[in-house]
């Protein structure tokens, strides 16, 4: 008897050892796939990227530019990713007034934003995609709403990966349709690979419920769908106000240090020949003046000593100070003289551009394209651009010399003690 209970202790130990190292090596051949498939860049046996089945915001993409096309690469968030499908983003928009004005070569902007990102992202993921897909140029955009408070509050990921956070999603952003995907579900992938399997192929998959408004819009666009009530809408719009507010400059310290990084990256691609731009862009606290009452009278806020221009005024004077050459197109002033004559710009309770907001930024991107990367006229109108330069001499707020001095003796010395301290650690 005792005999028998031994072998049996034994073989339950066999078991277990054999499942153990079965687990193991399977474990292993997934992660060693994906490793694979992500040193791949997602490029198929044509040598073709689908960033769709990627849930970005695009189709698919050669790697290899065809004959007569001007490729840009265009990064940033949610405003870059857009609440529109492609062609009303205003990546595309720019795109097509640009081939509108112009017979060639023809540009194609891809669509490579992706939301709840910022500068360090948007650094990360040039360098992940530009080795793999050929362009001329690319476009940078960053949000004066949450950027740099995404940084120094440390809300964004500490890693990035290929959209990362709608591709974990298990339905398609541009019309809601289910997608089959592998989540991140599971302590092992070979439990998530395993969970994305029986979706696929053993159960029906439900409708995501996502209403869209208009066929013009991506389900980003329903607000209940993705869960943004008015009383959420309010918090985060309120909580953007840092950024104007110089009396708490020095809380996104970090923030603006990931910016002049950034910079140096920008100026690098300039100097080895690749054409670039940055665009700030505006919130709807800066641009609407309506909004702004509303979150006077909803928090009993006083706004008249923000500086709305606070945030886009340093980002350019570090990118200055980094390299002069840097193009830094502010769309804030567009924005605020089209809310100015009445045109919502933003769609309702979400906090991004709706159609019209797009087709705003993508007229003023085209317009810098045109002139300054193909000799072309300008396409803004009159009005707004004289509109805009107005603004532009209004004096702010908060002074040149305050934010010199921010830059001087708060952000270098940031800066250079966290070089020291890397410089220890290599």
Same mark, same amino acid.
């Given at each position: 008897?005792?005999?028998?209970?031994?072998?049996?202790?034994?073989?339950?130990?066999?078991?277990?050892?054999?499942?153990?190292?079965?687990?193991?090596?399977?474990?292993?051949?997934?992660?060693?796939?994906?490793?694979?498939?992500?040193?791949?860049?997602?490029?198929?046996?044509?040598?073709?990227?689908?960033?769709?089945?990627?849930?970005?915001?695009?189709?698919?993409?050669?790697?290899?530019?065809?004959?007569?096309?001007?490729?840009?690469?265009?990064?940033?968030?949610?405003?870059?990713?857009?609440?529109?499908?492609?062609?009303?983003?205003?990546?595309?928009?720019?795109?097509?007034?640009?081939?509108?004005?112009?017979?060639?070569?023809?540009?194609?902007?891809?669509?490579?934003?992706?939301?709840?990102?910022?500068?360090?992202?948007?650094?990360?993921?040039?360098?992940?995609?530009?080795?793999?897909?050929?362009?001329?140029?690319?476009?940078?955009?960053?949000?004066?709403?949450?950027?740099?408070?995404?940084?120094?509050?440390?809300?964004?990921?500490?890693?990035?990966?290929?959209?990362?956070?709608?591709?974990?999603?298990?339905?398609?952003?541009?019309?809601?349709?289910?997608?089959?995907?592998?989540?991140? +579900?599971?302590? !092992?992938?070979? #439990? $998530?690979?395993?969970?994305?399997?029986? %979706?696929?192929?053993? *159960? =029906?998959?439900?409708?995501?419920?996502?209403?869209?408004?208009?066929?013009?819009?991506?389900?980003?666009?329903?607000?209940?769908?993705?869960?943004?009530?008015?009383?959420?809408?309010?918090?985060?719009? +309120?909580?953007? !106000?840092?950024? #104007? $507010?110089?009396?708490?400059?020095?809380? %996104?310290?970090?923030? *603006? =240090?990931?910016?002049?990084?950034?910079?140096?990256?920008?100026?690098?691609?300039?100097?080895?020949?690749?054409?670039?731009?940055?665009?700030?862009?505006?919130?709807?606290?800066?641009?609407?003046?309506?909004?702004?009452?509303?979150?006077?009278?909803?928090?009993?806020?006083?706004?008249? %000593?923000?500086?709305?221009?606070?945030?886009?005024?340093?980002?350019?004077?570090?990118?200055?100070?980094?390299?002069?050459?840097?193009?830094?197109?502010?769309?804030?002033?567009?924005?605020?003289?089209?809310?100015?004559?009445?045109?919502?710009?933003?769609?309702?309770?979400?906090?991004?551009?709706?159609?019209?907001?797009?087709?705003?930024?993508?007229?003023?991107?085209?317009?810098?394209?045109?002139?300054?990367?193909?000799?072309?006229?300008?396409?803004?109108?009159?009005?707004?651009?004289?509109?805009?330069?107005?603004?532009?001499?209004?004096?702010?707020?908060?002074?040149?010399?305050?934010?010199?001095?921010?830059?001087?003796?708060?952000?270098?010395?940031?800066?250079?003690?966290?070089?020291?301290?890397?410089?220890?650690?290599?």
């Amino acid at each position: 008897m005792r005999k028998k209970v031994i072998g049996f202790a034994l073989n339950c130990t066999l078991s277990l050892v054999v499942l153990a190292v079965s687990l193991a090596g399977a474990e292993w051949i997934f992660r060693a796939y994906e490793r694979a498939r992500f040193s791949a860049r997602h490029v198929d046996g044509h040598g073709i990227v689908d960033l769709h089945a990627l849930n970005y915001n695009d189709t698919t993409v050669p790697v290899v530019k065809p004959p007569h096309e001007w490729r840009v690469l265009s990064f940033g968030d949610s405003f870059a990713y857009s609440i529109m499908v492609y062609d009303y983003s205003y990546s595309g928009v720019a795109a097509r007034l640009v081939n509108t004005i112009k017979i060639e070569p023809h540009v194609r902007i891809v669509n490579l934003g992706e939301p709840s990102t910022s500068v360090n992202d948007y650094r990360a993921a040039y360098q992940y995609w530009a080795p793999t897909l050929q362009h001329d140029a690319a476009i940078f955009s960053i949000f004066l709403g949450n950027d740099i408070t995404d940084i120094a509050f440390k809300y964004t990921p500490p890693h990035w990966a290929p959209n990362s956070l709608f591709n974990e999603k298990d339905f398609n952003i541009a019309d809601g349709s289910a997608r089959s995907h592998v989540p991140h +579900k599971f302590p !092992l992938r070979l #439990f $998530d690979y395993a969970y994305a399997y029986s %979706l696929a192929f053993l *159960y =029906a998959q439900p409708a995501t419920g996502a209403k869209v408004p208009d066929p013009r819009y991506n389900v980003a666009a329903d607000n209940e769908f993705v869960h943004i009530s008015e009383e959420l809408f309010f918090a985060t719009t +309120k909580g953007q !106000l840092v950024n #104007f $507010d110089f009396s708490r400059i020095g809380t %996104l310290t970090a923030g *603006y =240090a990931a910016v002049y990084e950034f910079m140096g990256f920008v100026s690098d691609l300039r100097q080895d020949g690749k054409q670039v731009l940055v665009t700030l862009a505006p919130s709807e606290s800066q641009a609407d003046p309506e909004i702004r009452a509303q979150l006077e009278e909803r928090y009993r806020l006083d706004l008249t %000593l923000y500086d709305w221009s606070l945030p886009a005024r340093i980002i350019r004077a570090i990118a200055t100070q980094v390299d002069a050459r840097i193009p830094v197109l502010d769309l804030a002033g567009y924005f605020q003289c089209r809310a100015e004559a009445g045109e919502k710009l933003y769609y309702p309770r979400n906090t991004h551009w709706n159609l019209e907001g797009n087709a705003l930024a993508g007229q003023v991107i085209a317009s810098f394209m045109l002139q300054q990367w193909f000799g072309a006229p300008a396409i803004v109108p009159a009005d707004l651009q004289s509109c805009t330069a107005a603004k532009e001499q209004v004096e702010p707020k908060i002074s040149t010399a305050a934010i010199d001095g921010f830059i001087a003796q708060t952000l270098w010395p940031t800066i250079h003690s966290s070089a020291e301290q890397s410089g220890r650690h290599s």
